[in-house]
């Protein structure tokens, strides 16, 4: 069994920085895949951003210049950093990786969700 924690929301004002983590766990479990997703009250879940192993990250037109996708594959770790935060970055933000683990591929796994919240 493999399974995404992910971490690091909270509160901040307008031009305010943050950064997610989210964590892979599973038996000898590696990142192939990385991505952010999010999704803000009222509205369907947007994706943000991704990465595929060793591959270029590509990022949603409204976060381009602003977020960084980033992994520690020594921690099974995937980042988020956001800066130049804004009122309309205001969302709960997902994690989504695809891992490699007991000898397959696990496609498709989801963070439980962080909430982020800019204040103006």
């Known amino acids: 069994q493999v399974y995404l924690v992910d971490s690091g929301g909270g509160s901040v004002q307008a031009g305010g920085s943050l950064r997610l983590s989210c964590v892979a766990s599973?038996?000898?479990?590696?990142?192939?895949?990385m991505g952010w997703y999010r999704q803000a009250p009222g509205k369907e879940r947007e994706w943000v951003g991704r990465?595929?192993?060793?591959?270029?990250?590509k990022y949603a037109d409204s976060v381009k210049g602003r977020f960084t996708i980033s992994g520690d594959n020594a921690k099974n770790t995937m980042y988020l950093q956001m800066n130049s935060l804004t009122p309309e970055d205001t969302a709960v933000y997902y994690c989504?990786?695809?891992?490699?683990?007991?000898?397959?591929?696990?496609?498709?796994?989801w963070g439980q969700g962080t909430q982020v919240t800019v204040s103006s």
């Open positions: 990465i595929v192993d060793g591959g270029d990250a």
């Open positions: 599973g038996n000898s479990v590696s990142i192939i895949a």
């Open positions: 989504n990786a695809d891992l490699w683990s007991a000898g397959r591929v696990h496609y498709d796994n």
